[in-house]
């Protein structure tokens, strides 16, 4: 067991027990990380701050079922990313309410995402154009930093299959930016 | 070589460089003739640089604070203290390290032979040093009060050394031909009173000495580490010492962006270091290595 890992579960132990300062250390401990998967995976900060608000909740709900099978953080990151999944579907359905249906809000000029960074694409509206599945294991893998193990337990998935996804995640990601350069910047004929 | 279209293993283990020679040369030489396969390494090249350049990115204290609130209210706890720090931990990505042009990162050692008071019991003053270094969280006042750190420190020192000697350390600082004396706190609240004092300088590393010589540390100690360079920090980190020691200095920034206060084990003993980020630095990612150990950092407000 990590060092981290152990400090989590006696945070945890510390918690049940009443000790309120013990949840609020065990928060600042994960509450950036957790922000920042939710953030690369559904780019707007206040649907970030909400799913982060969402799995803090979730987790601190349930955590006196927690039995330090896998690393607390895995277990929170897990609900995190099921967070900004249950969001992205609610935000697809809300598009799909109110937009025109040859309107794909997959497309990143369809929404508000491509607007202002349009000449100038930054990675979260890049990342927005890679599919939720690959994107969540870019964002795992190469933004923050996990092991493909961690990540695959993590997303309830073979090795093998993370590594798939990250590897055309950063394709689609690759492709995505490519397509904005001018082409004299891109060599690729497509 | 045979390879498999788009392979992947092959690509990703090629662009890790985790192929031995033989492979990766074989790769190389593939790539001189298949497009596919080549216009795939490209991409996957192209993603990953903007994946390894992207920082981290973190809640604002508001947000925070806020975040906190909102799930004691929601989840019936008892509302504690919450602070709202103007504290925020800074980080670059750490897959750069190994960039060759190293813009300065100046760095404050203090005591780097620290002798520990009562020693006797090592491994309470190794845990409290390892809380101090790894897991402190530091509730920076919105605005730090002037701190007596002598007095601070003698006061502490009285309440400690009974029970708890482990949070005190004396420290030795060359100066010059003289040698001056010190005692410093490496607990957390001894961290976080540095911390203040920097704060309140406004992150100034000039006004920074100036404070602390005026609170007894030698006006030169900042050059105690001015034989380390930037390439030792990353030999060091390979070689799994403490990465905070060993960050260069070479000329001290007029302002700063960033900085970090931390405090740890070392093979030299126990170290309390301020490192300072220097504003519009491309290759702060440098620090990243160094962030990831120390976490106590934040932005000059």
């Known amino acids: 067991m990590t060092q981290r890992a152990a400090a989590d579960l006696a945070l945890i132990e510390r918690y049940l027990g009443g000790d309120v300062m013990a949840f609020d250390e065990l928060m600042h401990a994960h509450e950036d990380r957790v922000f920042g998967i939710c953030l690369r995976m559904l780019r707007d900060r206040d649907a970030a701050l909400d799913a982060t608000q969402d799995t803090f909740l979730a987790v601190f709900r349930k955590v006196d079922r927690y039995r330090a099978q896998a690393a607390f953080s895995t277990w929170l990151y897990r609900v995190a990313i099921n967070a900004c999944y249950d969001h992205l579907r609610r935000r697809r359905r809300q598009r799909s309410e109110s937009l025109p249906e040859n309107l794909d809000s997959a497309d990143p000029k369809s929404g508000d995402a ?28 190469d933004l923050e930093g996990l092991a493909l193990e961690t990540a695959a ?36 004929d497509e | 070589m045979t390879m498999h279209e788009h392979d992947p293993d092959t690509i990703m283990a090629f662009l890790e460089g985790s192929l031995d020679a033989a492979r990766a040369a074989a790769v190389e030489e593939h790539m001189e003739t298949c497009s596919e396969c080549s216009e795939e390494l490209r991409l996957q090249q192209v993603a990953l ?23 004691h209210g929601r989840l019936g706890v008892a509302t504690a203290p919450v602070p709202a720090p103007q504290k925020r931990r800074w980080a670059w990505r750490g897959t750069a390290l190994g ?3 190293v813009m300065l990162i100046a760095v404050l050692l203090v005591a780097p032979r620290l002798v520990l008071i009562g020693a006797s019991d090592r491994e309470a003053e190794d845990a409290a040093l390892s809380n101090s270094a790894q897991t402190a969280e530091l509730d920076v006042p919105a605005e730090p009060e002037a701190y007596d750190l002598r007095e601070g420190l003698r006061a502490e020192a009285g309440d400690t050394l ?27 609240a001894g961290l976080e009173e540095l911390l203040a004092v920097v704060i309140d300088a406004g992150g100034r590393p000039a006004e920074v000495q100036e404070r602390l010589a005026a ?30 020691v060993d960050v260069g200095l070479s000329e001290l920034p007029d302002t700063v ?37 120390c976490t106590i950092a934040m932005r000059v407000p």
């Open chain 1, 114 to 141: 491509f607007t202002a960074a349009e000449l100038r694409p930054d990675i979260e509206v890049a990342l927005q154009a890679v599919s939720s599945e690959f994107r969540a294991a870019v964002v795992l893998v």
């Open chain 1, 153 to 188: 337990d993590l997303l309830g998935i073979p090795v093998g299959t993370v590594k798939s996804r990250v590897f055309r995640g950063r394709r689609q990601l690759a492709e995505y930016l490519g397509n904005l350069r001018p082409p004299s910047q891109h060599p690729r």
């Open chain 2, 49 to 71: 640089e903007v994946l390894r350049d992207t920082p981290r990115v973190y809640l604002s204290a508001a947000e925070s604070a806020h975040l906190h609130r909102t799930l």
């Open chain 2, 99 to 101: 960039a060759a042009a």
């Open chain 2, 162 to 188: 009974g029970s708890s000697p482990a949070t005190v350390a004396a420290g030795e600082i060359t100066d010059g031909d003289e040698e001056a004396h010190q005692t410093w706190d490496l607990s957390k």
């Open chain 2, 215 to 244: 609170l007894g540390f030698p006006k030169n100690v900042v050059d105690t580490t001015s034989e380390a360079t930037a390439t030792d920090t990353t030999e060091a980190s390979a070689a799994g010492s403490h990465p905070c």
């Open chain 2, 257 to 293: 962006s960033a900085f970090v206060v931390t405090g740890g084990t070392t093979d030299e003993g126990e170290v309390v270091v301020i490192a300072y980020v220097p504003e519009n630095v491309d290759e702060a990612v440098l620090l990243s290595h160094l962030v990831e150990s």
